[in-house]
C-alpha cells in the first residue's frame, strides 16, 4: 500500500516456508509502525523463516534501522532465521556507516536470501498485503 505523501509501501508472501516481507519507499519515523507491526506479525511465532526486501527502499533513517534490528531479534531469540536483501544504495550506505552490515545477513538478490531456491515473483497488485 502507498500514500502519496509518504511513499511507503509493505508486501508479504510466503515462498516455501519462507515469508518475504517486501518494503518499498521511505523508510522513515512514519513508515515505521506500520513496518514494525507486519515484523511483529511475521516474527511472533516459534522459529521464524523471514527475508525482507529492500531493494525498493529510497531512503532509510534510524528509526527504520531500528525496526529491522527489533525483526532480527525477534526472530533469533524464536529459533528463526533471518534475512535482508539489500540491493539498495542508500540502505548498503546505512548499515556500513553504523556498522550494522555485519549483525545482518544481506544477500544481493532474493535468489539466494531464498537458498537458491529460485526467487518467484511476487503476487500480483491485488495479493499484496497491504
Not at 519462507?18 to 518499498?24: A, G, H, I, Y
Not at 507486519?38 to 527502499?57: K, M, N
Not at 529459533?79 to 544504495?89: A, L, N, Q, T, W
Amino acid at each position: 500500500m502507498f500514500d502519496d505523501e509518504h511513499d511507503f509501501g509493505v508486501r508479504q508472501w510466503t515462498v516455501g516456508g519462507t515469508t518475504v516481507v517486501e518494503l518499498t519507499g521511505e523508510l522513515d519515523l512514519w513508515a515505521g509502525a506500520p513496518a514494525a507491526a507486519r515484523l511483529d506479525a511475521v516474527t511472533g511465532g516459534a522459529r521464524p523463516d523471514v527475508v525482507v526486501d529492500l531493494r525498493g527502499v529510497s531512503f532509510i533513517d534510524c528509526s527504520g534501522l531500528s525496526v529491522l534490528i527489533r525483526a532480527r531479534k525477534r526472530t533469533l531469540d524464536r529459533g528463526g532465521r533471518f534475512g535482508v536483501v539489500g540491493g539498495s544504495p542508500c540502505v548498503l550506505r546505512l548499515l556500513r556507516l553504523t556498522r550494522t552490515i555485519r549483525v545482518f545477513t544481506v544477500h544481493d538478490d532474493l535468489a539466494s536470501a531464498l537458498g537458491g531456491a529460485g526467487a518467484p515473483d511476487p503476487p500480483a497488485a491485488d495479493g499484496a498485503i497491504a
